[in-house]
């Protein structure tokens, strides 16, 4: 078998919509990178949601086509591709992911790990039914978002869910930076009385400093997501005391090697670290639950997109129970399934 790069541009069908704050989510737009090399294969991918990142699904698949084209020999994808991490972050680590499964292959792909429940209802007997879903499914954490900044309509929502859940669960809350527009104090006035475990995001990425300020006035903990995707970011939030909190996902960390190297910097700083992407396909999902594991992570994981999916694109079998996400498989390597990503790609290269 001949050495070799392809890649695919799918839309992989979900099995419910649902809304950010900068988007509706109905399909994963995805780029599966798959590399062949003296007979092993290993794949990368890259899940786009436009509002979270500069990246569309198109541009990078031309610019992936580019950097394919570039390269006169197969080890020089890495060096290549690592040039555009800046303006291409989720393609470049899909390609640097798809080397590093081929250079270090996985040998155990059992796990189990405590992952989170989403309540996205709305109205009191939709938020009812999904908190108790929760508790009674054995889930400690749920998260919800604020998709109209500080509307009545989501306070609203918040003040049903903290009322209906009583205590019972820890409530994350994810802003995508939806309240930049607000003053800090207001943010402070309006969200200071209701019970939340921490708040995800709620300024523009490039505002990190402003995080600071609002973390120490607000009575729970800020958590930064879309503002850290380097360790010179992280390096900032630890130097310069920004936030407690920071959310990490595979594909924004430009390898698997940089992801693991970030969450050790920023635990080895007593920063605690929320690991996992709602908005990526299952093969996404276990690399980042591996990832959990080999970091030795305890807060609640969020990489539970696999969830979405009208069917998986993995050979794998990931099961939830009890809030505890786990895989058990006999084989050694992570394989896709050709059908999924022939049925469901609209360009490949």
Not at 174 to 179: E, F, K, P, V
């Amino acid at each position: 078998m001949s050495d070799s790069i392809a890649m695919y541009l799918c839309r992989f069908p979900l099995n419910i919509s649902y809304s950010l704050s900068y988007s509706n989510v109905e399909t994963y737009d995805t780029i599966i990178v798959k590399i062949t090399r003296n007979g092993f294969i290993g794949f990368g991918e890259a899940t786009f949601l436009p509002g979270y990142s500069d990246e569309t699904p198109e541009d990078a698949f031309r610019k992936g086509k580019e950097i394919i084209n570039s390269i006169s020999h197969l080890a020089a994808i890495q060096s290549e591709s690592n040039k555009y991490y800046s303006e291409y972050p989720f393609l470049v680590t899909a390609f640097n992911v798809a080397y590093e499964m081929i250079d270090e292959p996985i040998s155990n792909i059992e796990y189990q790990i405590p992952i989170i429940a989403l309540v996205n209802g709305n109205g009191h007997d939709e938020i009812h039914t999904e908190i108790n879903n929760a508790i009674s499914s054995g889930y400690d954490t749920i998260k919800t978002k604020i998709t109209n900044g500080l509307s009545d309509e989501d306070l609203h929502r918040l003040e049903i869910i903290t009322n209906i859940n009583a205590g019972r669960l820890s409530i994350r809350v994810d802003a995508n930076q939806s309240l930049d527009s607000f003053e800090i104090e207001s943010i402070v006035k309006k969200l200071s009385n209701y019970d939340i475990a921490l708040l995800e995001q709620p300024l523009a990425k490039n505002r990190v400093d402003a995080h600071k300020q609002l973390d120490s006035m607000l009575p729970f903990p800020v958590m930064l997501d879309e503002s850290i995707y380097e360790l010179s970011q992280a390096k900032h939030v630890v130097d310069n005391h920004i936030t407690p909190l920071v959310k990490l996902k595979l594909q924004k960390c430009g390898s698997i090697k940089k992801c693991k190297e970030i969450i050790s910097y920023l635990k080895s700083n007593d920063i605690d670290v929320v690991f996992g992407n709602g908005v990526q396909t299952d093969y996404n999902c276990a690399l980042e639950s591996l990832i959990f594991k080999a970091c030795s992570l305890t807060l609640p994981g969020e990489n539970i997109g696999y969830q979405k999916l009208e069917e998986p694109i993995t050979n794998l079998q990931i099961e939830t129970k009890s809030g505890v996400q786990s895989c058990q498989s006999d084989d050694i390597t992570i394989r896709l399934r050709e059908k999924s990503v022939t049925q469901n790609h609209i360009k490949e290269f």
